[in-house]
Nanobody, 115 residues
């Protein structure tokens, strides 16, 4: 069983940056492709970025060039560096395996972009 705990969210102005962290428990973390997802009010949850165990990455078009996903397998942690943030990036951000595993959803971390 894996437990995921997201952190690092907050309120920032447009153009600002945040770094999200997702700490995972469980020995299988290192073999999972991990993803960051987000859900804005009234919208479906969407995949923002994912990273394979060996570090290959992929991004949604809406964040490409602004967000960077990374992982530290020794620390069982995956990160999301978010730069040039826009109001439309406002959402609750979650990490999970990719494809997601229902039992792995955590509480997420709120990201709010507002002036």
């Amino acid at each position: 069983q894996v437990q995921l705990v997201e952190s690092g969210g907050g309120l920032v102005q447009p153009g600002g940056s945040l770094r999200l962290s997702c700490a995972a428990s469980g020995s299988i973390f290192n073999i999972l492709t991990m993803g960051w997802y987000r859900q804005a009010p009234g919208k479906q949850r969407e995949l923002v970025a994912h990273i394979t165990p060996k570090g290959s990455t992929n991004y949604a078009d809406s964040v490409k060039g602004r967000f960077t996903i990374s992982r530290d397998n020794a620390k069982n942690t995956v990160y999301l560096q978010m730069n040039s943030l826009k109001p439309e990036d406002t959402a609750v951000y979650y990490c999970n395996a990719m494809p997601p595993i229902r039992d792995y959803w955590g509480q997420g971390t709120q990201v709010t972009i507002s002036s």
